[in-house]
């Protein structure tokens, strides 16, 4: 079925800015996915169709509760001889999504989008065991790295959360996102940590695209305010936005639910994820 | 080294009240061991002393990131042949914690402290798959149930948190506290759900005993608020006390660190935790 990164990441993010989607694409990648997307306002002029070629696949399997998977077949397709040549309206763009790929070509387009305010990039432990160096040459380019947790800690070959962040920090970034799939999501700043729990659901079907569509909520929300200053503030409600958009892609398989999504729904999520979270102190004198 | 539930819940919940704790031990439990009870002002005249015999023992080895650990040896030893007889002052008590044992010994436990106002209990995989159906009646006895995420849902057979605690709570308990090792805890009623992530440190040495100190923070807390009903407000307040007693455990290796600890110290870690979890969602007009 329709998925993969850009997908995920384009459909959530299509609510709060334009978004212009750059990628290969092989014959099986028809009209009635390109529907999917330009239903949703999302630019596709930056899609290159190959012809004869074949578009990126990916299968995995789960285990009895969702929190680990196993990838069962990962075919590069199309993406194995692409080059990366982007349109002057996506080079011009103000806040860019590195979605997970060899770290070559996410350098590549990086490096075409040399004014962006905030540059987000995400990965996977393939990349950190065969293409580290260029990784992390990748990661030392961009504003955020949002990754999942264990795979930060693989990365940095730090088995603690804080002390792995903190090596990312050091090596550019100024934001760090530590995804934990049911358990939410960590930030990590110089001056911060925040940390949100994932919105609690009876009904989990398809874990698969979570991480993409959080960073559809996270950067989207960055990129719908583009006069304020990237603060702790506005980093803490980016988690917010992209956690509840994640909770919906889980829902459904594939795209399916966020593909039907409405704004009040998203508005109604965020503010239950800050009802669920809060907690009020009183002074309680303690024995010592 | 010194450890164990008992000891380390009556440390964290000394911080609250006066803790009486009831179980045996050995000769190898000594005046060192009483000592760093009565310390706290632990009343340990429930404290059986079994002449010959040895004290429960646990070793374990952890992984790299301390989320999984190995069980090595659990001896029961004086636990064995244990028949619980309560004094009056301890029958006579306002809120109970049945720490980890033989579920059969908990109940007996639970059915000399008819008046209590609050009972708590905890578990682990060993009963939930030696001695099932006497550990859902003695989980039925309680008002919460206080156990690790994924044994919660071995014990109900839901691979989804929220329907796991759903069943708990047709059992019996009117709370489910889910404890997620560095991922923090979730707290289930039939009212609400709250979710709190552990502190973030930078040093963690040793993560035995972080659950029973929780739960010592946690039962302590409502244990300090005698003449107030226990409402959701207050467990979630209490679920942060817990919170910041137990990542004070990890920090040492036993004991050690709790110990020595400080009021002042838990209520500025507590105080941070209000912090990392806040954010404020402000108005935002997304594209339906």
Known sequence: MLGGSAVHFA????????????????DDFGAAELGVLEQRGIQT???????????????GVYGWDLNDRQTLVTDLNVFADFVPKL???????????????????QRQVRDQCGGARFVALDSMNLW????????????????????????LRQLTGQPNLVRAAAK?????????VAKQGEYGAALITRDSFFALPAFPLEDVLDPTGAGDTFAGGFVGYIAAHPDQEITDELLRRAMAYGTALASFNVEDFGIERVARLT???????????GRITQFVDKPLTLRD
């Open 128 to 151: 950190i065991e065969i293409a580290k160096e260029s990784l992390i040459a990748a990661i030392s380019s961009v504003d955020c790295l949002i990754l999942n947790d264990s795979e």
């Open 45 to 59: 002029a930056d899609i290159e169709r190959v012809e004869g070629g074949k578009t990126f696949f990916w299968s």
């Open 87 to 105: 349109s002057p309206e996506s080079r011009d763009c103000d806040v860019l999504f590195l979605a997970n790929i060899q770290p070559d070509l």
């Open 11 to 26: 459909l959530a993010a299509s609510f709060f800015d334009t978004v212009r989607v750059v990628g290969p694409v092989g």
């Open 263 to 273: 704004a009040a729904e998203i508005g109604e999520r965020v503010a239950e994820l």
């Open 168 to 176: 990312v920090l050091e090596w550019g970034p100024r934001v760090v």
